[in-house]
Structure formats: structure tokens, C-alpha cells
């Protein structure tokens, strides 16, 4: 019984001494590949259907798969409209990363919807509808880390709108911001 004892103080004295050079995970795994991060802004639209440039916010979301590679949703809502007509959109698409110290750049490609919305009291009155149009981007921009899990950004997008008539419609958006890396 004393030997059985002896042996397994033995064993456990063992274990405790190489426990520090035991890894609990692999490196693969222990290193962090994904991240999650929300945010948001304010937009500048120059619109090319009309004059006067409209202003309002965004809000995006980003989930980076790997170190190169992620995904985006952003939204962009229409405030100061002069023209008396708003120019919203709603997109999700990927994004190419590049990581270079406390800077990311990316370039990114949405698709999704876009919609033209009547601002001035007439139209509310006569009910004029909201037009939906199919619309894609292309873009890019480049965040700074202020913080750990704080991103300042700047971010332009040059929206599509082919099935709006007469032509198609190409605004470009250019946003400034900040994110919080949730994860």
C-alpha cells in the first residue's frame, strides 16, 4: 500500500514539474484568425442624378475570415438631402485585406439594393412611391488602430445602379468612421 502511495506522489510530482512545458493547444488553434467588427459614420453622396451633394451615415459590420480574406454589410442612409430626394442603400460582398502595423487596407466588392426615396412634403402627399433598383460596388479604404478594439476609417465605395432609367446611375460614397472589434 506505502509503495502504491509512493508511486503515485511520484507521478504527480512528475506531472507538475512538466506541466509549464506542456502546450494546451497548437498554435493553429490558439492563434486568432477571425474577427468581428461594427461601426459607423458619416457619408458624403455625390449623387450623378442630381446637383447637390447629400449627406447622412453608415453603418457596416465585418466579419474577416482569415488574415486576407472577409466579409462586409453596409448600410448607407441619406439625411441632408437639397434636392429634396434621399439615395439609401443596403449591401453585403467580400473584401481583401492587407495588414501592414497599425494599418488594414482593403478593397472590397457589394452587391444588393439601392432606393430612391421622395423627401419633399408633395410627394408624401401625392404618394409618390419609392424606387428599388439592383445595385453593385467596388471599393476600398483603410483603417488605423487607435486601440485594441477601436478602428478609425475612411472608406469610399463607387455604387452601380444599372436598371435605373434612363441611364445607369453611379453615385460615389465616401464615409469616415470608427468600429469596435467585438471579437
Known sequence: MKKKRFSLIVCFATLLALAPSLRAQAVYTATRSTRI???AG???IQPDAFDKNIYGASVWGDYDFSKWIGAEFDVHIS????E???ENSYMVGVRGLYHYRKYT???KGLVGEASIVPQDLLSSYYHIPTK???AFALGGGVEYKVHPKI???GDFELQQWPNYEPHTLSPLIVTIG???IIR
Open 42 to 44: 458619416v457619408s458624403l
Open 178 to 180: 470608427a468600429s469596435y
Open 105 to 107: 487596407g482593403y478593397l
Open 132 to 134: 428599388t433598383y439592383n
Open 79 to 82: 439625411a441632408i438631402t437639397p
Open 151 to 153: 478602428n478609425i476609417r
Open 84 to 86: 429634396d430626394y434621399a
Open 37 to 39: 467588427e461594427a461601426g
